[in-house]
């Protein structure tokens, strides 16, 4: 199937009579008639549903969906897009080991990595997307685990050479985990340009309509974890929380990975949704490629109003011809980038506050790439703590104005703006 029937049907198939749409199974627990039964399942020598902190079948349906999507052999859905980050490189990566990310990823994200997985022992080693050769091989060390990028970067808008990291991460025997959030499987497939994990905030253009938190978890099913049995010993040597279980001989490359997270991570972390979230996720996802395309022409259109604006200083929008990004956008996402256009106007903090102040139809938000048009100004929100000097180190200027444009009427967009920026 095409990604737009797989955003319909995948995941699901209605039985005889059964419900058509995924129906939400929310129940802790599922009923067994033996304890034999039951013990089978707790053993992972059978497939089946004991208790929702691990696994959920409509969290499971969805996850399958979105499998499809990404064109991976197996998924999961997390409580959030944190939960997301944190389970893909922590299923790969304990005390003593090492990752490689790219310097331009979510705040969130990288607080995760650079302070909370620090504490637990893990290395960080972050390079810019557009390091030289040297710069990225110089960063890898005998006991890294892997490497860590964003398709389109949140809120710098940088797009990753996807290939590029994917090269660099097989040359070391790891593999590559990309977060596909901004781009989304509609735009962007990472796996079929080497990325071997994908992650999600599926609270993001996958929901879309600013309803539920969420993240997903794919695996693209072709790192050969066996090649690198002394690498990865989580997933190659016995676990003995499940009965001495060998995840890369017991569930192969493409079911390794989400079985060795949903079995220890979810079982020990229990950042589970509930099979309400996922409900809500799949009606976002049914209708996500018609909205990607509209979020794409709205976020074009838009910036390329705000470059030709005599009052706006610059525009970052990886579509533009004029973005430096845009060969590898051309390769990576020939049909649209997302709807997040970044801009700034002189006069720093103070005037960026002003312009958004007088905005009517996109709304101050700490949100981003939903069908509601909204706005926020990274330096006086979510990058509150850091001063001028530290905000342009990590891609994100004083002045810098977040613009994620939604899927209403551009015409009512680029009007809210003109009146805004006139008054200042
Ligand atoms: C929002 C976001 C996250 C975190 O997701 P939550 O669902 O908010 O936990 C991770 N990565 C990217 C790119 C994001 O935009």
Redesign the pocket.
């Known amino acids: 199937m095409r990604k737009d029937t797989e955003c319909i049907h995948a995941g699901y198939t209605p039985e005889n009579g059964g419900p058509r749409m995924i129906p939400i199974i929310e129940s802790t627990t599922f009923k067994y008639d033996s304890s034999s039964d039951m013990a089978d399942l707790f053993d992972l020598k059978a497939p089946g549903y004991f208790y929702s902190r691990l696994q959920n079948p409509t969290c499971d349906m969805v996850a399958a969906k979105l499998a499809a999507l990404e064109g991976g052999t197996a998924g999961m859905l997390t ?7 944190f389970f893909s490189v922590f299923n790969l990566a304990n005390a003593g080991d090492h990752v490689v990310s790219a310097s331009t ?2 705040g ?2 990288f607080n995760l990595f650079q302070v909370t997985m620090k504490k637990m022992g893990i290395d960080f080693t972050f390079v810019e997307p557009d390091c030289t050769d040297d710069e990225l091989e110089a960063a890898f060390r005998p006991n890294t685990k892997a490497v860590f990028g ?1 398709t ?4 710098a808008l940088k797009v990753l050479d996807i290939e590029r990291f994917a090269n660099a991460a097989h040359a070391h025997g790891v593999p590559f985990i990309i ?1 596909n ?2 781009a989304t499987p509609i735009n962007c497939r990472p796996i079929e340009w080497g990325a071997d994990i994908v ?6 253009y996958i929901d879309g309509h600013d309803s539920s ?3 997903a978890i794919i695996d693209g099913g072709n790192f050969d974890w066996m090649a690198h049995k002394d690498k990865f010993p989580g997933l190659t040597t016995p676990d003995d929380s499940y009965h001495g279980t060998v995840y890369a001989e017991a569930f192969g490359n493409g079911g390794a990975f989400i079985t060795k997270a949903t079995a220890q991570l979810m079982r020990d972390f229990g950042s589970s949704p509930s099979a309400f979230s996922a409900y809500i996720i799949n009606l976002g996802i049914e209708s996500l490629s018609v909205r990607m395309k509209r979020h794409c022409e709205n976020g074009l259109a838009i910036a390329e109003y705000l470059e030709k604006h005599p009052k706006v200083k610059w525009v970052t929008y990886p579509g533009l011809k004029s973005s430096p990004d845009y060969e590898l956008t051309q390769k990576y996402m020939p049909n649209g980038t997302c709807g997040v256009v970044a801009f700034g106007l002189d006069g720093g903090r103070a005037k960026a506050e002003e312009v958004m102040g007088h905005l009517k139809v996109a709304m101050i938000a700490t949100h ?2 939903d069908a509601h048009t909204c706005v926020l100004h990274p330096a006086s929100s979510t990058h509150r703590q850091l001063t001028d000097d530290e905000l342009v180190a990590c891609g994100v200027r004083p002045e810098m104005i977040r613009y994620s444009a939604g899927i209403e009427d551009v015409n009512d967009l680029i009007e809210d703006l003109a009146q805004a920026l006139d008054q200042v």
Do not use: C, L
């Not at 409580?79 to 980050?85: F, K, L, P, R, V």
């Not at 389109?152 to 809120?155: M, Q, R, S, V």
């Not at 992650?199 to 993001?204: C, G, L, M, R, V």
């Open positions: 409580s959030s897009g944190q939960a997301a980050n990823i979510y969130g994200t964003e389109i970067a949140n809120p977060d959030t901004f992650t999600h905030s599926t609270t993001k938190v969420g993240g981003v790439a």
